[in-house]
């Protein structure tokens, strides 16, 4: 039986599909076949972009291709947040995420975009502890003395941080919160100012990363009270935990990757699994170590979940605090 017109036409637009569905597939399977952009929201030289740095050339070993660092830093993150998330889903663009992709969904009133909504989580990589300093010169020598000399001298004491809306902004907002004493908030341009005016005296107490208070803790022009996470830190084991002093303190600077929402589900899981297996080489564990930084390896699922409950968490204590950025 002839076939009409209409079938004819029908089966060689089918015909004519199928060559560009395999080559749509042979690009999937052969992913990566090209240079991968990873976004930093900082400049170079801080921690989220030597950990970028750091993963991107593991993952560029194992995967045969390089991974092409691009700092975008400005808006507490926001700018290099939507160039990436805007970016065409096909696992070419991806970005470095921290604390400030939760802190900045209810820190910024008008956004362009929506952070959950937006991203696709890979995976976490590490994360570090937060310390809390002193100037060694002031009169008390752990949390509970401070929160006691807090107490007494109300609006006395000044707390240093890296800018309104950092995570250690955050971290001190809370410890104020769960301690109930008041502390005058000093934002910096950045770490590194802020612990210099800290060592010299000009300010009083910080919470800071450890990977950049260390040696100031080791050299004893600084002094480590406590660290922010759960459990007590491998960079400084003779330091207590915030939380033997404040029950139920905790606030936790990570590092983590995601991609523009809609990235093929089977280059998320290629991803996630190839940042697990360079979490586990040692070379890189050490390096991580080094910066004072643990490897950390989630499922996009529970690294969604962690960014979720960040989010939610600094929200909270932003309302709480009414801040605002500049």
Known sequence: MALSRRHLLKAASGAAALPL????????????????????????????????????????????????????????????????????????????????????????????????RDAAPISSVASQAQVMLANPKLPFKNVGECIAYGKANPGKLTIASAGIGSIGHLSGELFKMKTGIEMVHVPYRGAAPALADLVSGQVDISFAGIAGAVEFVRAGTLRALAVSTKTRSDSLPEVPTVAEFVPGYESNDWFGMAAPKNTPPEIIALLNKEIAACLADSKLKERLNQLGCAPLAMSPQDFGALVRDDTQKWGEVIQTAKITPI
Not at 38 to 58: E, M, N, Y
Not at 70 to 84: F, Q, S, V
Request: aromatic share 8%; hydrophobic share 40%; charged share 15%.
């Open 21 to 116: 569905l395999g080559i749509k597939a042979q690009a999937q399977s052969a992913y990566p076949n090209k240079p991968i952009r990873l976004f930093v929201g900082f400049a170079p030289g801080g921690s989220t972009d030597t950990v970028g740095r750091l993963i991107g050339q593991s993952l560029g070993e194992r995967l045969g291709q390089s991974f092409v660092i691009e700092n975008r830093p400005g808006a507490g993150t926001n700018i290099a947040t939507e160039a990436a998330i805007r970016a065409t889903p096909d696992g070419y663009t991806l970005l470095m995420v921290g604390p400030s992709a939760t802190i900045n969904a209810t820190l910024y009133k008008e956004l362009n975009f929506n952070f959950l």
